[in-house]
């Protein structure tokens, strides 16, 4: 079992527990992220927008990885920041796994995968560290000392109230003419309306990370999160479909040109005649439940 010793608290060591505890105790999206390497999508994740002041650990062992003091707005939809919390604490290797070469990132005691980082991020430092919000758990600064993370907490005493800072213009969030974005999700979204028997249609499906309800265009929606190297597209549609949700034109809310396309030869073939219509949205386009409508 790997550990390493937190510099900061020589008595307290952070150990990776076993893969089957794991499964057990991550969800299956923070599972696939950092010990399959998969990239969440941007925007709907936990921390991307998160302004609060405090310590990101790894979800998986606990270890200080990076800080609020050093996380900017970087536009890509995910959590970066400029530099670790500490030296040592995150770890690199070269990745060319999307054809290009990349720089990734993981951390040093738990080896999960945390994200990637890129040379055009903001002074002082002109690095990005793009990380993946399900590598993380975020601890408030008024809870360090309760959770064991006492030793930083004057860091964020002596901040002075220290905002988040903007910077946007990078390969991720503003690629160049012609060029790939340097982060691309590896997992996808699909949209799909209905209620509660749609959303209990879905998201036992082997393959789907995430499924919640909430809407689109005000209208009653699913968001379902899906490996699509577990799970085809097509099989999502056609166990959606098999929901009755009573009379009524249902509606797919195709998140990507390349979806639409699969929706559209999918309704041909699979559901002629049926009233489903399918419209282009961008996965942002769905508000939760917790969210105003």
């Known amino acids: 079992m790997k550990t390493k010793a937190n510099p900061s608290s020589p008595s307290v060591s952070y150990a990776k527990p076993p ?9 299956p999206l923070q599972f696939q992220v950092t010990q399959k390497d998969a990239t969440e999508p941007p925007f709907r994740n936990a921390f991307w927008d998160n302004h609060a ?5 790894d979800v998986v062992t606990g270890e200080p990885l990076f800080s609020s003091l050093d996380k900017f707005d970087s536009g890509t939809g995910w959590p970066s920041f400029s530099r670790p919390v500490e030296e040592g604490h995150v770890v690199s290797k070269s990745d060319w796994t999307l054809g290009m070469r990349r720089t990734e990132v993981r951390s040093a005691a738990g080896d999960s995968h945390l994200g990637h980082v890129f040379d055009d991020g903001p002074e002082p430092t002109g690095l990005r560290y793009c990380i ?30 220290h905002g988040v800072t ?6 991720c969030a503003r690629p160049p003419p012609g060029e790939r974005p340097g982060c691309e999700t590896t997992l996808e979204t699909a949209l799909l309306g209905g209620g509660a028997r749609s959303l209990s249609a879905v998201r036992d499906l082997p393959g789907v990370l995430e499924a919640e309800a909430g809407s689109v265009d ?3 929606a699913v968001r379902v999160v899906f490996d699509p190297k577990q799970l085809g597209y097509e ?3 056609a166990r959606w ?7 009524g034109t249902r509606t797919i809310f195709s998140t990507t040109e390349e979806q639409r396309q699969a929706a ?3 309704r041909a073939k699979q559901a002629p005649g049926r009233e489903i219509a399918v419209r282009r949205r961008d996965a942002t386009d769905f508000a939760d439940a917790a969210e105003p409508r």
Not at 19 to 27: I, S, Y
Not at 241 to 247: F, H, I, L, N, T
């Open 19 to 27: 893969v089957d505890q794991l499964q057990q105790r991550l969800t």
């Open 53 to 57: 002041h405090g310590l990101y650990v």
């Open 132 to 161: 993946n919000s399900a590598s993380l758990r975020f601890i408030p600064a008024e809870r360090l000392a309760a959770e064991g993370y006492g030793a930083y907490a004057a860091r964020f005493a002596a901040s002075g109230g």
């Open 166 to 171: 903007s910077s946007t213009a990078n390969a």
């Open 218 to 220: 005000g209208a009653p």
């Open 235 to 237: 099989s999502i549609l």
């Open 241 to 247: 479909s098999a929901a009755d949700e009573g009379a």
């Open 264 to 266: 559209e030869a999918w």
